[in-house]
């Protein structure tokens, strides 16, 4: 069965540090989208793609960055890890416009 | 622009009562709509969707009709079960462009 999986599912990393989490999906989606969870905030968008070498700034993306160098994979680095960034993260993918977005099971980051 | 406002939460509810959680959306062009629910420790999964006016999405006793009269969408259910506990999240996504658009969220309890 297709999915999207995202590793890895809790990270604790230190002020200033680089971090990468993965995101890896097998629906063979041209969409892919990068979600910060937080409390009274809901969802919020960091960073989209809509296919190879393809990258979107979202609503949140200071301090983040994403590449698309094939269909599977939409990794999201954070180029120095900062205690607002503590969250979960959640990645998505879609088919095509106005599709279902299926999400993956969530990174839960705790920077310190 | 896009947005959704869906009630506050947290609702609690005792066993077999009625639940509805209200989302009303802005949207340019013709949306659709979606309801998405979140499990404790999960990812966010596709509960019931909606493409156009009039229709009715359906699934595990919840239902929802798309109203462009009162640009709304609705979650209805009519007996809910302790299993139902989670957070709900209407969504939309709009046919001029691949985002989606979310709100908030609404907390549900429901006690034997």
């Keep these: 069965d297709a999915e999207i999986t995202q590793s890895p599912r809790h990270k604790i990393t230190e002020t200033g540090r680089q971090v990468t989490l993965a995101c890896h999906q097998t629906w063979n989606h041209n969409n892919m989208f990068w979600y910060r969870q937080d409390l009274g905030h809901g969802l919020r968008l960091i960073h989209y793609s809509y296919g190879v070498q393809d990258t979107n700034k979202g609503e949140v993306s200071d301090g983040y960055s994403v590449s698309r160098s094939n269909t599977e994979d939409l990794p999201l680095t954070l180029e120095s890890a900062a205690s607002s960034q503590t969250s979960v993260y959640f990645c998505a993918s879609s088919g095509s416009s106005q599709e279902t977005q299926y999400f993956g099971p969530g990174t839960r980051l705790l920077v310190l | ?112």
């Design chain 2, 1 to 112: 622009g896009n947005s959704v406002t869906q009630m506050e939460g947290p609702v609690t509810l005792s066993e077999e009562a009625f639940l509805t959680i209200n989302c009303t959306y802005t949207a340019t062009g013709y949306p659709s709509l979606f309801w998405y629910v979140q499990y404790p420790g999960e990812g966010l999964q596709l509960l019931l969707k909606a493409t156009k006016a009039d229709d009715k999405g359906s699934n595990k006793g919840f239902e929802a009709t798309y109203r462009k009269e009162t640009t709304s969408f609705h979650l209805e259910k009519g007996s809910v079960q302790v299993s139902d506990s989670a957070v709900y999240f209407c969504a939309l996504t709009s046919n001029t462009g691949n985002q989606f658009y979310f709100g908030t969220g609404t907390s549900l309890t429901v006690i034997p």
